[in-house]
């Protein structure tokens, strides 16, 4: 997969996808954290449970995290890689959702948006994404119609 450098001890975070975290878990060793809204949480617990095997799940810590709110409760740049999927689709929450992953995020994070453009608002999330993120289309699967976009924070001399 996309990922670098599979001997590190990675952390993650995600936007609840279940699957996708089980098999980055095996091939990393990763310690994951798994986020939500408050009134999901409940139900990201239960599919945790039903899909994580069990010898993973003292690695996977279920945390609730409503975008751009009480972030302080994470460390700043905690989070190695941050997947998300399905995540750019409301447009009241695109300045609190980048806002977050600019604060989750180190120099040294890779952040793997998976998502289907929509409207014209998903375009303008990613055109907000550029401003502090390096932003490329690194996979489009047309069967599902779904993109995979990979961000990286810039480096500050690159824009002197
Ligand atoms: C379309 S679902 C995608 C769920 C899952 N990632 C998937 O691919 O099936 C969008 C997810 O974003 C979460 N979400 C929506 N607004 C949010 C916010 N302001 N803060 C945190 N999560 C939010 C929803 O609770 C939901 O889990």
Redesign the pocket.
Known sequence: MLLPNSDVDWDLV????VHMTVSLSHILGAHVTI???K??LEF?KSNVQANLPPHIQPKAVVKE?????NLGSYSPGEFDLIL????I??EE?FA??LQ?LEYLSSNRSVILL?CRIRYERDNNFLAMLERPFTVSKVHYDPAKDVHIYKAQKRNQREDL
């Open positions: 995600i936007s609840y996808d986020t939500d809204r009134v999901a990201l995290l409503t975008w751009g709110q998300g999927a399905d995540i689709y409301l929450t609190d959702l977050t998976a």
